[in-house]
């Protein structure tokens, strides 16, 4: 029988290794020679926390699931119902299809059908490549509806620097401005990135707790890195292009303890919460019109 998470596909370069479950094109495991990148979970079972899985047509929240687009008033599905917002978009639990293999890279495609709240269709492509400088992953959306669409994207891994947890670890994070949210998360006001909350050079985690999306990244030749290091120096980094102008950190502070501090998640964002509602860096897609982000995770 298929795994829960789907059709798997193993990946293998060199020292490094990564499994992609085709439900939400998710990036499953990560290893170099014995070391986790990232935290995983087994194939046969719900994937938690949308660990690994590609986040489309839009990253993070829609506040209260509602937003007005093209002059027409829209409502999507909560899926936060303890907050009461459209969480993380409608890929995640698509089921993709391999469009494209090889040993050392997957291409996984699916359809964002045109539905209640998001009346766009939106065809997704997900392309995995393995080598020596690590996992790179390219994602693709093409807008094949008749009218304009809004879109953001955005992945979802949660980093691991080795054993521990996140008090154990050492960040690196270059941004200089925090977007400010209330009780439900939902987005107030963009500030400097207060002192406690300052990773810019790397310190370490210890008992700080994150759940911010940042911006005011800190560029070096067009590209930006977030490193994830333990005692012994080694760790994890995660790049990006500037195709994606914000970055959410989050580190883990969840209530399930074979969860809770394991990872931090490092998500790369085209544009902040609630997009679809104030329209920052908000994509619009014409018909036909597409657009590809890329990122790389790297043993350090």
């Known amino acids: 029988m298929t795994p829960l998470s789907g059709t798997q596909f193993s990946l293998a370069s060199g020292d490094y290794r990564a499994d ?20 995983s979970f087994p194939a046969d079972s719900l994937r938690p926390r949308f660990l690994g899985a590609t ?25 936060e119902p303890d907050r009461g917002h459209a969480l993380h978009g409608l890929a995640s639990w698509l089921d993709f299809q391999a469009t494209e293999q090889a040993e050392d890279s997957v291409t996984l495609e699916a359809t964002v059908p045109a539905q209640q709240g998001y009346p766009h269709r ?3 492509s997900v392309a995995y490549r393995l080598g020596a400088d690590g996992l790179l992953c390219e994602t693709t959306a093409v807008n094949t509806g008749p009218s304009a669409a809004p879109y953001g994207t955005a992945p979802h891994p ?10 154990d670890w050492t960040l690196q994070l270059p941004v200089s401005r925090l977007l400010q949210v209330d009780e439900r998360l939902s987005p107030l006001d963009e500030v400097d990135v207060p002192g406690e909350l300052d990773f810019r050079s790397p ?7 994150l759940d911010n999306a940042f911006t005011g990244i800190e560029w070096a030749d067009g590209s930006a890195e977030v490193r994830l290091t333990a005692a012994d120096g080694r760790g994890t980094a ?22 809770k501090r ?7 964002m085209t544009c902040p919460p609630d997009a679809f509602n104030s329209g920052r860096d908000l994509l619009v897609l014409e018909p036909g019109e597409s657009f590809t982000a890329s990122w790389r995770i790297t043993a350090i």
């Open 238 to 259: 995660l790049r990006w292009g500037q195709e994606y102008p914000w970055v959410q950190v989050f580190t883990g502070d969840v209530p399930e303890p074979e969860l």
């Open 158 to 167: 949660y980093l691991s620097a080795g054993p521990g947890t996140a008090d």
């Open 20 to 39: 992609i479950a085709s439900v939400g094109a998710t990036l499953r495991t990560l290893r170099h020679g014995e070391r986790d990148l990232v935290l």
């Open 203 to 209: 310190r370490a985690i210890g008992s700080t707790q």
């Open 122 to 124: 939106i065809a997704l």
């Open 262 to 268: 394991r990872g931090v998640a490092v998500e790369p």
């Open 55 to 79: 986040l489309a047509p839009w990253p993070n929240r829609i506040v209260n699931g509602r937003y007005r687009f093209a002059d027409t008033d829209q409502q999507v599905a909560i899926t």
